[in-house]
């Protein structure tokens, strides 16, 4: 409690220091811009050395505020807004004023109108690049787009402040979004909140990789690890048959218990990996080995707009591209991908085979000493999936009606627990969002804590 009271202070003296700070900048950068046309011509010199001392403490006073952020990413990206923030209100102000000064003193004056329109474009351009560029180096969250436009359309005049304002914006919000996390677990770090008896196995979906280079689960193994958890991969193909993946993933199992004395793990597995998990445990012997599976977004029922596209596209044109696909994973050191094998096993037919195998073989929707849940989510618009979502969630909806972008609302369902994932906004979750594979704050839900409480729920069970 009294951590939390001090950092909460903590907090209210930092917005106190930012603001103070933004005040003195934002009249320092003001005044070093437009006090030029009101002093006499010769002393311009002068001048030009203060504009240049002014402009050096303008872009130096932002730092002040921006060292009380938790990290050193943050004190960048926050330390780039307060610039950004400064420059966009000292250009208005001065825009202002030079507007004024060009009734006043035109057209008598104007080679010292030019030269104070020369300063003041001086006194910004330390200011401007330093917001530019440590918003673009520590902020995660800005799009590309923005960051081009922040570059491309910053000096021009009016165009730049709604520009720079949605960059803003971003920014500060990322700064507090990933602030109050880094407190949450510091406040919770002796907790070890997600310290799971059994190590937590997470299996990827189709054209997923396990790859150190950029995770296909973006910042949440992290996140768990940092609460306690110990986390390893299915590390198997991309795209093959639900069989095949079902053996490799029994194989990496048996492994990981032989070699680490764990007894068993908790899997969690997204999309078309929920059904290589199931066939694992039920055909290939991997039951013994597994405290829990957890299903996110998995098309338990198949994908029926699936069927329709494998009809659809001519026999010629998939086989084309699963060659260009098992030729280029192979390249990157799988041994046997099979796109089409992939494919064929996520629609609702040969959902429905691998269903009636199972049910044949004694799978219910449990396994006897394995804990079994699943979770699904919904878009409520196409553009919020981003692309490709935005095209595939239209698809789905024609034929199935509310799903994340990929999979019907009707087929995540499986286990003794099963629960859709809401939120306060509008916006909706989608089959990429489930595994922060973009890496996306998202408006009223947190992906990362919502996997720290999955966790902490399989630890709390004993597992």
């Not at 991309?238 to 492994?255: G, K, M, N």
């Not at 908790?266 to 445990?281: E, F, P, Q, V, W």
Request: aromatic content about 10%; hydrophobic content about 45%; charged content about 20%.
């Amino acid at each position: 409690m009294k951590n939390s009271l001090q950092k909460s202070g903590q907090r209210k003296t930092t917005r106190r220091l930012r603001y103070l700070t933004e005040i003195a900048a934002i009249l320092l950068a003001t005044s070093a811009a437009n006090c030029f046309l009101p002093i006499q011509q010769e002393k311009h010199y002068l001048l030009l050395v203060l504009t240049a001392i002014a402009s050096f403490f303008t872009a130096i006073l932002p730092i002040l505020p921006s060292l009380n952020y938790p990290s050193l990413r943050l004190k960048i990206a926050a330390y780039g807004a307060i610039c950004l923030e400064v420059f966009a209100i000292s250009s208005v102000l001065s825009l202002a004023w030079h507007i004024y000064a060009a009734f006043r003193y035109l057209p008598g004056q104007w080679g010292i109108y030019l030269l104070s329109l020369l300063i003041w474009t001086l006194a910004m351009v330390p200011l401007f690049w330093a917001g530019i560029i440590a918003s673009i180096v520590g902020a995660k969250q800005l799009t590309l787009r923005l960051k081009l436009l922040g570059i491309l359309l910053g000096w021009v005049p009016l165009a730049n402040i709604g520009v720079l304002w949605t960059m803003i914006l971003k920014v500060q919000e990322e700064v507090r979004y990933e602030s109050r996390r880094l407190y949450l677990n510091e406040a919770r770090k002796d907790d070890r909140v997600c310290a799971t008896r059994y190590p937590i196995l997470l299996v990827h979906g189709i054209f997923g990789k396990d790859h150190q280079l950029y995770s296909y689960w973006g910042r949440i193994p992290k996140e768990l690890e940092q609460n306690g958890a110990t986390v390893y991969f299915g590390n198997h193909q991309s795209a093959a048959s639900v069989a095949q993946c079902a053996e490799e993933l029994t194989f990496r199992i048996e492994q990981l218990v032989k070699k680490t004395g764990c007894e068993k793990v908790n899997i969690i597995a997204h999309s078309k990996g929920g059904l290589d998990c199931r066939r694992a445990i039920t055909f290939c012997g991997a039951a013994p080995y597994v405290a829990s599976l957890t299903t996110v977004s998995t098309p338990h029922r198949g994908c029926e707009y699936a069927d329709y596209l494998l009809k659809a596209i001519p026999e010629k044109a998939q086989n084309k591209v699963a060659t260009t696909y098992n030729r280029a994973m192979q390249h990157l050191g799988e041994h046997d991908p099979d796109f089409l094998a992939a494919i064929r096993d996520l629609t609702a037919d040969g959902c429905r085979r691998l269903n009636e195998e199972a049910e044949a073989a004694g799978e219910a929707e449990h396994f006897e000493g394995i804990f079994t849940q699943s979770y699904g989510s919904v878009l409520s618009r196409s553009k919020s999936g981003g692309f490709p979502m935005n095209l595939t969630y239209l698809l789905a909806k024609f034929f199935v009606g509310p799903n994340d972008g990929l999979v019907s609302e009707t087929s995540f369902a499986f286990g003794e627990r099963y629960q859709l994932i809401s939120h306060k906004g509008d916006r909706g979750i989608s089959h990429l969002d489930t595994v922060d594979l973009l890496h996306q704050n998202l408006p009223d839900f947190d992906i990362r804590e919502f996997y720290v409480e999955m966790v902490s729920d399989l630890k709390n069970r004993g597992l």
